[in-house]
């Protein structure tokens, strides 16, 4: 088992087994929620010497960092066909006009010469409704890189526009879970796998955002099906606290729907999270 990493921006990891800390505090502002490119490519120099390049699940703290998935999947190994899994529970591919966010980098990933297709799954986030179609990026949907996989949105908006093949709608997560598995039988291509924990139900991991309904068996069904194939992976998710500094951060993440958590609540949620931490670790070694 290669051994696990965290890129410490926000002290919300705990201790794993064999793992290493990157600590990257020091970038928390400038980073979380979204930056500039330049920001990123600042970050991705300044870590390059020290993150190896063969290691094991990267964990990447707050799902406000999840856009670090980009030059995560840009590391990967070898020049053949990529295809990137994302557990979430929202589609990440929504415009952003001031560089990258974590609710945007889908579509930065999905543009990657090598990456032959990108799933999200576990959508029930009205980022994918009608309401906010127009804020989707529809290039990667239209060229056939990219697929929702979706339980109680209605996306019938995406037939009338002839993408209803890039939108798996589901009854319930387990009609989800049963079709993604078995779309994914006889496959051969390799897959990065991320995972965002506020793709599961707050019972299993609670998260700074809003979540999904997976449970952990469809997790665990999940990477089952898709182990043998997974060359590289990362989690993100994590609770934590933190104000901004940056007006305009803190105006577009209060109009994203974060809530600041319970600071009462926050070392019983860390604890929870890192326990399912532990058994992801588990079913991806």
């Keep these: 088992m290669r051994s696990p ?41 300044a ?6 390049r063969e290691h094991g699940t990267v964990f990447l703290g707050s799902g406000d960092f999840h856009h670090l998935t980009w030059p995560l999947v840009e590391r990967v190994p070898g020049d053949g066909p990529l295809q ?8 990440d591919n929504m415009r952003f006009p001031f560089g ?24 029930t986030s009205q980022d994918i409704g009608r309401a906010h179609a127009w804020e989707n990026y529809l290039g990667p949907l239209r060229s056939g890189k ?16 002839g993408l209803a093949a890039r939108f798996r709608a589901f009854a319930d997560a387990r009609s989800l879970v049963d079709a993604f598995v078995g779309s994914q039988r006889g496959q051969k291509e390799p ?25 952990e068996a469809d997790g665990a069904a999940i990477i089952g099906a898709l182990r043998d194939r997974i060359v590289a992976s990362d989690v ?12 305009w951060k803190r105006r577009l993440s209060a109009m994203d729907g974060q809530s600041e958590p319970d600071a009462a609540m926050l070392c019983e949620w860390q ?3 890192h326990a399912f931490n532990l058994r992801l670790l588990s079913l991806l070694k």
């Design 236 to 247: 993100t998710g994590e609770i934590s606290l933190y104000r901004y500094r940056t007006w």
């Design 146 to 161: 990219l697929t929702y996989w979706s339980t109680g949105v209605d996306v019938s908006w995406a037939t009338r526009l």
């Design 5 to 45: 990493i965290v890129l410490d921006l926000d002290d919300s990891v705990g201790p794993l087994p064999g793992g290493s800390i990157v600590s990257l505090r020091a970038w928390e502002e400038a980073i979380r929620f979204g930056c500039s490119l330049r920001s990123l490519r600042h970050l991705v120099t």
């Design 47 to 52: 870590i390059g010497p020290v993150l190896p």
């Design 100 to 123: 990258v966010h974590c609710g945007s980098w889908v579509r930065r990933v999905a543009m990657l010469r090598r990456v032959s297709q990108v799933h999200v799954v576990g959508i």
């Design 84 to 91: 990137v899994v994302v557990l979430d529970n929202h589609p």
């Design 191 to 215: 897959v990065y796998l991320s995972i965002d924990k506020d793709a599961f139900a707050p019972e299993v991991a609670m998260t700074n955002w809003d979540q999904g309904v997976m449970t």
């Design 271 to 273: 604890a929870q999270q």
